[in-house]
């Protein structure tokens, strides 16, 4: 099944007018997803790669890959099994268009995996355990130990031609500045989660102790130093041990 362009790119080549109507169009989506109220970081991933299938033309499924420079690697989001599968298979060889794509080269493409000869062991593997023939990947971020890719899928050969092309890499643009952002509300949430325990912590130790609230946090500090444990780890085993105690 091909999914095509969205509605206002015209039919054939795209020419400049087209590829700034397609900026806009995909930058509307990326941040209306990210906008709608209620609607978490992993259902904004999931909701931009179903999209991906969508919108670029040829694309049966979409994933989002994310390794580390250590070779693991994990699906962030897919559209269906083969995305998952195939990553699977990567892991299993760390090789493929996925990591090429995100750690050496903007963009891959393989036309058809049956005629491709750069990755032998993962091609082998992916021609025996799944149906996918066509594959574009797009780098999506690299940081210093993780990277991210955006990839499509086909079930039969040269699916994505120069204009799949095009739209992909604009999509896998737009598709970067949302994932930085859930990325940083990720990471402020998890921030705000953990001043929280601290906070509790402190309070536990202050009535436990009576001792103020700057000698509380300097306890939590040694106690963190002391036994080489995140102070997040520490206050959440503190607060713990008191309801532990407290419903005892």
Same mark, same amino acid.
């Given at each position: 099944?091909?999914?095509?362009?969205?509605?206002?790119?015209?039919?054939?080549?795209?020419?400049?007018?087209?590829?700034?109507?397609?900026?806009?169009?995909?930058?509307?989506?990326?941040?209306?997803?990210?906008?709608?109220?209620?609607?978490?970081?992993?259902?904004?991933?999931?909701?931009?790669?179903?999209?991906?299938?969508?919108?670029?033309?040829?694309?049966?499924?979409?994933?989002?890959?994310?390794?580390?420079?250590?070779?693991?690697?994990?699906?962030?989001?897919?559209?269906? !099994?083969?995305?998952?599968?195939?990553?699977?298979?990567?892991?299993?060889?760390?090789?493929?268009?996925?990591?090429?794509?995100?750690?050496?080269?903007?963009?891959?493409?393989?036309?058809?995996?049956?005629?491709?000869?750069?990755?032998?062991?993962?091609?082998?593997?992916?021609?025996?355990?799944?149906?996918?023939?066509?594959?574009?990947?797009?780098?999506?971020?690299?940081?210093?130990?993780?990277?991210?890719?955006?990839?499509?899928?086909a079930e039969v050969p040269?699916?994505?031609?120069?204009?799949?092309?095009?739209?992909?890499?604009?999509?896998?643009?737009?598709?970067?500045?949302?994932?930085?952002?859930?990325?940083?509300?990720?990471?402020? !949430?998890?921030?705000?989660?953990?001043?929280?325990?601290?906070?509790?912590?402190?309070?536990?130790?202050?009535? !436990?102790?009576?001792?103020?609230?700057?000698?509380?946090?300097?306890?939590?500090?040694?106690?963190?130093?002391?036994?080489?444990?995140?102070?997040?780890?520490?206050a959440r085993a503190v607060?713990?041990?008191?309801?532990?105690?407290?419903?005892?």
């Amino acid at each position: 099944m091909e999914h095509g362009a969205p509605s206002g790119v015209l039919k054939g080549r795209l020419v400049n007018q087209d590829i700034s109507l397609l900026h806009q169009q995909i930058a509307d989506l990326a941040r209306d997803l990210h906008n709608r109220p209620g609607t978490d970081s992993e259902v904004v991933i999931d909701q931009l790669i179903a999209e991906a299938a969508h919108t670029i033309p040829g694309a049966q499924y979409a994933g989002l890959t994310v390794a580390t420079r250590h070779g693991q690697i994990s699906t962030q989001a897919s559209t269906h !099994q083969w995305p998952r599968w195939l990553d699977q298979i990567q892991q299993r060889y760390q090789e493929g268009p996925c990591l090429i794509a995100a750690w050496e080269h903007h963009t891959v493409r393989v036309d058809d995996l049956v005629a491709d000869a750069r990755w032998p062991r993962y091609r082998h593997a992916a021609l025996a355990e799944t149906p996918i023939r066509s594959i574009l990947s797009f780098e999506l971020f690299t940081s210093t130990h993780t990277l991210g890719a955006l990839n499509v899928y086909a079930e039969v050969p040269h699916a994505f031609d120069d204009e799949a092309v095009e739209i992909g890499f604009v999509f896998a643009t737009h598709a970067a500045l949302v994932w930085d952002s859930v990325q940083r509300e990720r990471n402020f !949430q998890s921030a705000l989660a953990s001043r929280d325990i601290i906070g509790q912590a402190k309070g536990m130790l202050m009535h !436990q102790f009576d001792i103020d609230a700057v000698r509380a946090f300097e306890l939590l500090k040694r106690l963190s130093q002391e036994s080489n444990t995140p102070l997040v780890n520490i206050a959440r085993a503190v607060v713990e041990l008191r309801r532990q105690i407290a419903e005892t």
